[in-house]
Each structure stands twice: as structure tokens, then as C-alpha cells.
């Protein structure tokens, strides 16, 4: 991996689209996700982290993390996405609500009975399939996993241990998707469960999408009790399902004057940067080979939903390469004297990499002065998954994997 190229960046001069799925992550379906979750007994409220003497280091006002590796014992956020989705298909499968069918109801005996057994598919580089396969175990249905070539052992155990069927397969991770797809279609009782969406399969994105917006109504109202309105939102992406959930939230709540929001993708990924920078509203596709650390972002081929919200409401795009993410890594893991650590993986350190880089690197202060970053920020950055492969988590903070070359 090269370890010398440059971060890149771009403002968003996409022209406005009719801004048609906007709605669909309001406060009001982000509550009915989030009562959906509380139901759960492993639900409890993640951490919001103020950091606040590396604020002061970076001449910021204030910092806040929102640490996903507490989430329902997964270490990552995916499962609030899997959960809703399986949910919400049951819900609809037995013309009920969503409000009706809670986690007491979804387990029992008699809805077994009711719903019989399905088989939920789905492609991932680790995270996502964890958590659908954990909700559909919990739930006692079947769920077949398909990952991509490159996924390490670890991830794959972690899935297998939710009795599901997995396989790593020679596929990247979109060819994953379709080959997922195609087995769900020619199942009895299949359902492709994916946070990823294409025309035609837009529905249980959505619902996806919504699952992960109780992430962001916890830091909202984490925010408000604190006494911050942020200024400033990062957040990482690989198709944009949770970008778009969390900049489609925090646009619906502050309407008339929404943050400034940036979007953060792996170079080797980076999608919706190149959509961006095409600048005429299509998705530009990234095809072959994805090679990356931040496993969960190496996904070539946007979702149609959050692209959607992304061109009308993100503020700007930005393509990291390894080093910026191992660097949030390590300064996560080693916090000045009295802040909080947080263990955070490859996946979920590229913001904090990002937000370090562009306060203290003379480089980029074109991208600093972009944003309106200064004294008077007040930044929410979403740490989304711990350290969920161990062995590299630890190359990289004890051994300084994936530095900067030349600096």
C-alpha cells in the first residue's frame, strides 16, 4: 500500500436533485428505529466523548466522539441497520406495525409459529454481516453471509460464531452483493438484507438507513444536554448508507442552518468523491481491487438513497488514503492527559485522522479554510467499530503501521 499519497478533496457543486429521500430520515422515523432498539435488552446508549484537551491542541472549541464499540456487545454499529431492516420485513410479512413487534414479541414462540423461517442474505467486509446475523440469530432465523476476498479470518470468525452460513469468496465486495442477491432470489423465503441500494432495491436500504439514524438522535440529544449544537459533522463512508443517515438526520433537525458536513471515504473506494467531483448528479463507480485497512469502506458502488441525500446536503468529499486512518487510530489510543481513550478501528478512525491532518498540516489548510474550521468549532466525529481486527489494530498502534511515508 502506498503510503505517500496526498489526501483530496472536494466542495459539493452537485446540482440539486427533487431531495425526494430527505423525509425518509426524519426525527419521526429515526424515533421509530430508536424505540425499536430500546426494546432490546442489549440496548444501551453508546458513549459521547469530549475530548476536550485535544480540542484545545487542534484550535478547536470543542470535540465530541461517539463511540460505536459499545453497541450491543458487536463493537461496531452495523447492527442497529440489520436489526431494524429484519424488523421492519417481519413487521410487514404479518401486516403489523413496527411498534407492534419489539424484541419480547420477535423472539417468542408464537411469532415463530406465525412467521415461520426465512433465510436472510447478505454481502459484507465485516461489520454489517456480523450484525445481521446476530439479530437473525437472536430472532432464530437462518442468514448466509458472503464476504469478499481480502476479509481476514478474524471477521469471518466473529460471523460463523452467530450460526450463520459464511464464506469468503474471489469476489470484491459489490460482485459479493450481486452474487448474495442472487441466492436470496432463488431461495425459499430468501431476503437480501443490505445497506447498499440499486434500483428497484431501495426499501430495506431505507429501513437500513433508519436503523443507524438512533445513533444520531442519541448524539443529538448527548449534544443538547451537554449544551452543544455542533458546528461541524465527519463521517466516513463506504456506499453511504450511514453518511447518509446521519447527514440526513442532523439536516431534517437543523433545517434552517444545518452544520457544515463532510464526508470521508477510503482512496481506494472512494465513490462518492468521484461522483462529486463529476459534479452532474451520477454515480461514478470504483471497479476491481479495493485494497484498504478500513475493511467496512472498501465499497465501490454508491447507494442510490444516500447519494441522494449526500448531493443535496453533504457540504464536501474527501478521499483518505491508510495513513490518515492508521493516525486516528493512534491518537485515539493515546489521548492526551485527560481525555478518554477510545479503542477504534481502521474503519472507524479516518475522521479523526482526517480532522488531525487538516488542523495541523500546513498542506491542507486550503481544506481547513474550506470548511470554516476554527476556535469557535464545535466538532461530532463518529467512532463507528473498535478494534474488530485485533491483530491489526494492534500493527498499527504498537507498531506504527501505516505511517506517513516522508514524515
Not at 407492534?100 to 412467521?115: G, H, I, M, Q, W
Not at 466525529?381 to 491483530?391: A, F, K, N
Request: glycine content about 10%; charged content about 25%.
Amino acid at each position: 500500500m502506498n503510503n505517500t499519497e496526498k489526501i483530496k478533496w472536494t466542495r459539493n457543486t452537485i446540482s440539486k436533485s427533487s431531495d425526494r429521500q430527505i423525509e425518509n430520515m426524519s426525527a419521526a422515523e429515526m424515533a421509530k428505529a430508536n424505540n425499536f432498539h430500546k426494546s432490546f435488552p442489549q440496548y444501551s446508549v453508546t458513549p459521547l466523548t469530549p475530548l476536550s484537551n485535544l480540542a484545545s491542541f487542534l484550535g478547536l472549541k470543542r470535540l465530541y466522539i461517539k463511540d460505536e464499540s459499545f453497541r450491543f456487545g458487536l463493537n461496531a454499529f452495523k447492527v442497529l441497520g440489520g436489526s431494524y431492516a429484519i424488523g421492519r420485513h417481519i413487521a410487514r410479512q404479518l401486516g403489523k406495525d413496527i411498534s407492534e413487534v419489539p424484541y419480547d414479541v420477535l423472539t417468542s414462540d408464537a411469532l415463530r409459529k406465525e412467521f415461520g423461517q426465512a433465510a436472510f442474505f447478505t454481502a459484507t467486509d465485516g461489520n454489517h454481516g456480523r450484525g445481521v446475523a446476530w439479530a437473525a440469530n437472536m430472532l432464530g432465523q437462518k442468514c448466509v453471509v458472503r464476504m469478499p476476498k481480502g476479509t481476514t479470518q478474524a471477521r469471518l470468525q466473529h460471523i460463523r460464531r452467530e450460526n450463520a452460513e459464511v464464506t469468503i469468496e474471489d469476489l470484491n465486495y459489490d460482485d459479493c452483493v450481486r452474487m448474495a442477491a442472487k441466492e436470496a432470489a432463488e431461495a425459499e423465503n430468501g431476503i437480501m438484507v443490505q445497506d447498499t441500494a440499486w434500483e428497484g432495491y431501495e426499501e430495506i436500504p431505507t429501513w437500513i438507513m433508519q436503523g443507524y439514524g438512533t445513533l444520531a438522535m442519541e448524539a443529538d440529544l448527548q449534544l443538547e444536554t451537554d449544551g452543544c449544537r455542533p458546528t461541524h459533522i465527519f463521517v466516513q463512508a463506504g456506499v453511504g448508507s450511514l453518511a447518509g443517515a446521519v447527514i440526513g438526520y442532523f439536516s431534517n433537525r437543523f433545517r434552517e442552518n444545518p452544520p457544515v458536513m463532510v464526508v470521508a471515504e477510503a482512496d481506494s473506494a472512494n465513490c462518492l468523491y468521484r461522483s462529486a467531483l463529476q459534479a452532474d448528479g451520477s454515480r461514478i463507480p470504483v471497479t476491481g481491487d479495493m485494497p484498504t485497512i478500513m475493511a467496512g469502506l472498501a465499497c465501490g458502488e454508491a447507494n442510490t438513497v444516500s447519494w441522494d441525500i449526500l448531493r443535496n446536503h453533504a457540504d464536501a468529499f474527501v478521499s483518505c488514503p491508510d495513513w490518515v486512518s492508521a493516525d486516528g487510530c493512534r491518537i485515539y489510543g493515546s489521548p492526551l492527559r485527560g481525555d478518554g481513550q477510545i479503542v477504534s478501528g481502521e474503519s472507524g478512525s479516518v475522521t479523526m485522522g482526517l480532522l488531525y491532518a487538516i488542523m495541523t498540516d500546513p498542506e491542507y489548510c486550503g481544506l481547513k479554510q474550506a470548511l470554516k474550521l476554527d476556535g469557535n468549532s464545535q466538532v461530532l466525529l463518529i467512532s463507528t467499530e473498535g478494534d474488530t481486527d485485533p491483530e491489526r489494530y494492534r500493527e498499527i498502534t504498537w507498531k506504527g503501521a501505516y505511517r506517513r511515508e516522508g514524515r
